[in-house]
């Protein structure tokens, strides 16, 4: 089975709401709802699980709604109850797992609750490139030249940006494989430390994380300026259709 993990923790601290990110509106929905319609529409995808910050597992106040009202007004057939989330992602990726109690076949795939344009093609591909390798992560490469700078903001080196990639989710891979590298990661120290996240786990294991071509609108909204553009990006799909 292919299961999806929306993680949508967050208080909405950088963008000022004062409520969590994904309840902010886009177009005629929230920003999750965007999300969850496309894995939703995916065959592939078996379940949908999304993890919220505690009080947005079950309820938030009436102006925002919640998880569970927005699978309500959708008509979501897939989205199992809400998982609370921890104090950092990757402990809510670790609740949301515990919920699911999935077998070392299935394939878990994890997703940003704010990237709103994930698309049902993108989600296939990094499917079919789990399943064919054990794990996969979607990115881009940067538009932008990546510095490493010091400690006291002096330039110390350039990378190549062919070499290099912005990564974005789905990232997806069997859970027997994703168990081993976070008990690995958990053991050694490093499961919460800053930068990482799961393709980095797995990449430290030493398992073959496939990379999938992922998309520039495949935004992740994080602050004001982020919401403007999606908005754009939205009315710019809804006037081509």
């Not at 509106?25 to 999304?50: C, K, M, W, Y």
């Not at 992602?89 to 797992?97: A, D, H």
């Not at 979607?138 to 510095?147: A, E, L, T, Y």
């Amino acid at each position: 089975m292919n299961h999806a993990l929306i993680v949508a923790g967050g208080t909405g601290s950088r963008m000022g709401l004062g409520y969590n990110k994904v309840f902010a509106q886009l177009g005629s929905e929230p920003v999750l709802a965007h999300v969850i319609r496309a894995f939703e529409r995916s065959a592939n995808i078996d379940s949908i699980t999304v993890v919220a910050g505690n009080p947005d597992a079950e309820t938030v106040d009436a102006d925002h709604g919640a998880v569970s009202e927005i699978a309500a007004r959708a008509g979501f057939s897939k989205l199992r109850p809400s998982v609370a989330g921890g104090s950092t992602r990757m402990q809510s990726v670790e609740n949301g797992l515990r919920a699911l109690a999935p077998s070392d076949e299935d394939v878990i795939l994890i997703q940003d609750g704010g990237r709103p344009f994930v698309s049902v093609e993108l989600i296939d591909r990094v499917l079919e490139a789990a399943d064919e390798f054990g794990a996969a992560v979607c990115g881009v490469r940067p538009k932008d030249s990546i510095q490493t700078i010091s400690a006291d903001g002096f330039v110390e080196r350039t990378h190549q940006r062919s070499a290099l990639l912005a990564v974005h989710t789905p990232a997806a891979a069997h859970w027997g494989l994703l168990r081993e590298a976070r008990e690995k990661a958990r053991n050694e120290g490093y499961l919460d430390a800053p930068g990482y996240e799961d393709s980095a786990l797995l990449a430290l294991l030493g398992a073959k994380v496939k990379v999938v071509p992922s998309f520039y609108e495949n935004i992740k909204i994080t602050s004001p300026e982020d919401l403007v553009l999606a908005e754009t990006l939205l009315n710019s799909r809804e006037e081509s259709c």
